[in-house]
């Protein structure tokens, strides 16, 4: 709509509302006594008489006194709060016509009686006196009726602030939230099968219901009733459900803040109005962890990286969030970038400074419990078992965003490595994460990739894990040595304990089947990449041989069960040594001080691999 089309929707509406205001004073001012004088209010005018008016109002009977002389026929009143609808109900009062005070019109009755001072000085039983016996007596005692007069006290500031009508409905709202929570829990104390008297927190708190009536109070006034409400001790989850509720219903983007899996660029013309709701949001959330849902905490950052709120509050929200980052998913973590287009898809700096706000907390609040005070170290205290769960986060995360070409590495690496390296007892999801960057990075010089996968641990690797980088050709042949070698060993390990006896220590080993000589320092890596290969599908294909006599071992081992139940004469041990004698498949040594030769083989093996690792470095 255009200017010009707006002053005269305007203009318009101001016709309307005289012509209106003309016919209801028709209606009450004496018709049989001609007007003697005439009252403009924001350009309406009223035809009264001067009579009724001074009698009631001290401020019309000093401005008659004042041009007593010219004898004054017409004033304006200039800013007077609740413009003409209000003047209207005044000058009814003065002309004694009765009509109902209600919440919807007390404030402004307070407001225009201390503007036209119509108090007691002047009148006995004057319409300030009657607003203030009805907001007292009435509105003060009832919760809902609070929150109306607190809706309309809105265009009556900052008069309604100095006439204290702002602040005893907040802290009338304040008192009647806490004693409802009061009463609700005392509602739910019952007693249990032992006579002891206790709260029952499976059953519904009916103290809450004023949440859905705060939401209609403008931005300012609802701060400085959940102020009110924290002051007077209202719990920390009723005031968290209100934040949510009210930040829900104000911010008219929600749709698309909110929902990580939905559009990352959004178009949206950054207010005032959305940002000064996110930072007081901030400021009003409770210290207590769990008081509001962590992917309301995420929400609202989403919102503050968008609208460019203060480096404060989104400091105090990542804050808030690195403390239960524990319980977070990976829809949460998923932060669009609202910046330039050459930008990450995601942000990730954000992330990072979150997670070092994990990383950096105080776990003394956590660990001072008497059961855990002396297992913190322990992998079942919850700061370990909160490591674990945000190392998988990571691990996702590293994932989700490793296929992102604007991606720098040196961003990738600072997420990786935020966390401790006793966080990860698998690096399966770090493998993952990192072959999908590599994957998507192929033009990474030689030297990046070494130092990206210097942040596996390949001993973390399952066995999938490690046979799928056994022959991951993306991988620096480094790193492909150190695996193939700690699959050896783990082969080697499986080995080894598949003969254990539960009475007898093994004593005969068989020689591993890898030549010493076939490892050289004098070859080329690639050469030694070969023939690690090579033996490494030689171990493969003897441990399946290994897996077919383990199930002949399990079917004989059926069968002597069966003859030590039916007999338990000598004859049924000396075929059980035979059977034994037979399934023997590890190589014998005659005496027991020899040396293993798979330890041989072990120390030998080692030597040869760090020659290897000194060749291809």
Not at 143 to 157: H, I, R, T
């Amino acid at each position: 709509m255009s200017m010009d089309k707006q002053h005269h929707h305007h203009h318009q509406q101001q016709l309307s509302l005289a012509k209106s205001s003309r016919q209801r004073c028709n209606e009450w001012i004496f018709r049989d006594v001609p007007s003697d004088i005439t009252i403009e209010v924001n350009g309406v005018t009223f035809a009264l008489h001067k009579f009724p008016l001074v009698s009631r109002s001290g401020r019309i009977r000093k401005l008659v006194a004042e041009h007593r002389d010219s004898d004054i026929s017409r004033v304006e009143l200039l800013k007077i709060p609740g413009g003409a609808e209000s003047f209207e109900l005044a000058a009814k009062f003065c002309y004694g016509i009765n009509f109902e005070i209600t919440s919807f019109n007390v404030a402004q009755l307070c407001c225009v009686s201390d503007y036209l001072e119509m108090t007691e000085e002047f009148s006995k039983d004057n319409l300030g006196s009657r607003a203030e016996e009805y907001l007292e007596s009435i509105v003060c005692k009832n919760l809902e009726m609070c929150v109306e007069v607190l809706q309309q006290c809105e265009n009556l500031l900052p008069l309604a602030d100095e006439l204290k009508i702002v602040s005893r409905c907040i802290d009338a709202i304040a008192s009647k939230a806490c004693a409802e929570q009061i009463a609700s829990s005392f509602s739910r104390l019952e007693y249990s099968s032992s006579g002891r008297l206790h709260m029952n927190r499976q059953a519904k708190c009916e103290g809450d219901w004023w949440i859905e009536d705060l939401s209609i109070i403008r931005i300012d006034l609802y701060q400085r009733v959940m102020t009110a409400m924290k002051c007077r001790g209202v719990r920390p989850e009723s005031i968290g459900a209100s934040l949510v509720n009210y930040a829900q219903k104000e911010l008219t983007k929600k749709s698309s803040l909110w929902n990580p899996s939905g559009q990352t660029k959004v178009d949206l013309v950054s207010t005032g109005h959305e940002r000064l709701v996110v930072e007081t949001i901030v400021s009003l959330l409770p210290v207590e962890k769990l008081a509001v849902p962590i992917s309301f905490l995420f929400g609202l950052l989403r919102s503050a990286v968008m609208l460019d709120c203060t480096i404060a509050c989104r400091l105090d929200l990542e804050r808030r969030i690195g403390s239960q980052l524990d319980i977070a998913t990976l829809d949460d973590f998923l932060i669009p970038s609202f910046r330039h287009a050459g930008d990450t898809l995601f942000d990730v700096d954000t992330v990072q400074r979150i997670l070092v706000n994990f990383s950096q907390q105080d776990d003394s609040e956590d660990d001072m419990d008497d059961a855990s005070v002396f297992e913190a170290d322990s992998p079942h205290s919850p700061s370990q078992n909160a490591l674990f769960k945000v190392a998988k986060l990571v691990d996702n995360y590293l994932a989700e965003i490793a296929p992102d070409a604007n991606l720098k590495l040196a961003k990738f690496m600072a997420i990786a490595e935020t966390l401790p390296t006793h966080a990860r007892t698998i690096h399966d999801g770090l493998y993952r994460a990192i072959d999908i960057y590599l994957k998507a990075h192929q033009g990474l010089p030689d030297a990046d990739r070494k130092k990206l996968c210097k942040l596996i641990d390949f001993q973390k690797l399952s066995q999938e894990a490690g046979a799928h980088a056994a022959q991951n050709e993306r991988l620096p042949l480094q790193s492909i040595v150190q695996v193939l070698y700690f699959e050896q060993l783990r082969l080697r390990n499986s080995l080894c304990c598949s003969y254990a006896d539960d009475d007898h220590k093994p004593v005969h080993h068989q020689s591993w089947r890898i030549s010493s000589g076939a490892l050289s320092a004098a070859m080329s890596p690639r050469d030694n990449y070969a023939s690690l290969r090579r033996e490494n599908r030689e171990l493969k294909l003897e441990l399946a041989r290994m897996r077919m006599r383990l199930n002949d071992l399990e079917k004989e081992h059926v069968c002597m069960k069966r003859d030590m139940v039916k007999s338990h004469s000598r004859k049924f041990f000396s075929s059980f040594s035979k059977k034994i004698g037979k399934l023997s498949f590890f190589g014998h040594s005659s005496s027991r001080g020899s040396s293993s030769p798979s330890r041989q083989s072990y120390r030998t093996d080692s030597k040869m691999i760090e020659r290897t690792c000194a060749s291809t470095d």
